[in-house]
């Protein structure tokens, strides 16, 4: 049934909706992560799996926003569960990550009204004056924000943060670029195109960024492959995402899997697997395919590097977000934890710096 799909992928052709709906509909995951591994190797011929050393700083739990999905946001005026980093604090966390070999800061926060523009300014500048560090910072979804508290229009903001000092932009908040799906979970989010949007203005400015894809809730296959559409389409225009990261729901401790009973159960790995692999042959245009190891634990992980990925993302010194959802295999990981699994998968791990 695969075979004609197949003869595309060595063809070097692009793979249609219709062809993505094939292989998700399909349970020979063996074949399916052939196609992805025959497509990794063509485009990284070296048996080299990268990965980073990074902190992921939230600097306020505050949010508006409510998703349904998170367990990690705190309501305005939740004196007892709600948080934003003093500069001192920021400063520690750099120091320690820098001390232990990170090179990189990925700083997100909640949507929250008490901080305006001339915060994120200051803050950059802040971090980049007093650390050698990269700032990756600010999914688009805080940039919409930004924007709408500031009066401002998203490029204005994009090049105003570009001058404080920042480097490139998460993609976080993509969840899935489809606003049926969007509207279920997350309504009060920018909308798909906004989300689009902010990363085709960063790309013009310049700015490099990265996609996520949060899957395994109410989204159905079609539109997993709408989400990885979008995303090829703006990158055949700006060549600006570097990697692809999609990743399965957490459920704990989430509002989404209280009111739905079929979403307690977390995504299979043979659905995560399943997904990794279509990610590489349809977005075939990124060059990174990125494992979570947070969200699937190393195990799994060591699978998607034959699964089509080829980066097994961060050592994070720290994660606050999937963890609020009960997920634990962040926990007490240490650099040689990261390198001896790409090891033992057949790999050579190499740093990457950003
Ligand atoms: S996912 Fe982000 S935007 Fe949504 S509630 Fe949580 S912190 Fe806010």
Redesign the pocket.
């Known amino acids: 049934m695969l075979n004609q799909i197949f003869d595309k992928v060595r063809d070097g052709e692009r793979l249609s909706l219709a062809d993505g709906l094939e292989l998700f509909e399909s349970n020979d995951l063996l074949t399916i992560g052939m196609m992805a591994e025959h497509v990794r190797w063509k485009k990284h011929p070296k048996p080299v799996v990268s990965y980073i050393i990074d902190r992921n700083i939230n600097y306020t739990n505050v ?1 508006v ?3 349904t999905f ?1 367990a ?2 705190a309501k305005v005026g939740d004196d007892k569960k709600s948080y934003t980093l003093s500069n001192d604090e920021l400063g520690r966390k750099i120091q320690e990550t820098i001390d232990l070999g990170g090179s990189r800061i990925l700083l997100q926060g ?2 929250n009204p008490e901080l305006g523009l001339d915060y994120y300014e200051d803050t950059f500048r802040f971090i980049k004056s007093n650390y050698k560090i990269w700032l990756h910072a600010l999914s688009p ?1 805080e940039v919409v924000f930004i924007a709408e508290q500031s009066g401002l229009k998203t490029r204005e903001v994009i090049k105003r943060l570009i001058d404080a000092g920042l480097d490139s932009i998460p993609g976080g ?1 993509a969840e899935i670029l489809v606003d049926s799906v969007r509207d279920k979970i ?1 309504p009060k ?1 920018c909308t798909s195109d906004e989300w689009l949007g902010v990363m085709y203005e960063a790309q013009k400015l310049g700015l490099k960024t990265t996609a996520t894809m949060m899957f395994g809730h109410v989204e159905d296959y079609q539109d997993r492959l709408q989400h990885m559409i979008v995303v090829r389409e703006l990158q055949d225009i700006t060549g600006g995402f570097t990697a692809f990261i999609p990743w399965t729901f957490q459920p704990r401790n989430t509002e989404l899997a209280e009111n739905h009973d079929n979403l307690r159960e977390k995504s299979s790995a043979f659905d995560y697997l399943k997904t990794l692999a279509i990610s590489r042959l349809m977005v075939d245009n990124v060059d990174s395919i990125q494992v979570s190891w947070v969200t699937q634990g190393l195990k799994i992980a060591q699978i998607g590097l034959r699964f089509g990925a080829d980066d097994f993302g961060s050592l994070m010194i720290e994660e606050n977000v999937v963890s609020a959802a009960g997920t634990k295999h962040f926990s007490g990981f240490s650099l040689s934890h990261i390198t001896r699994a790409i090891k033992s998968a057949g790999f050579e791990p190499v740093q990457r710096y950003i």
Do not use: H, I, V
């Open positions: 949010c926003t409510e998703c998170c990690f946001y909640g949507l979804e908040g997350a989010k």
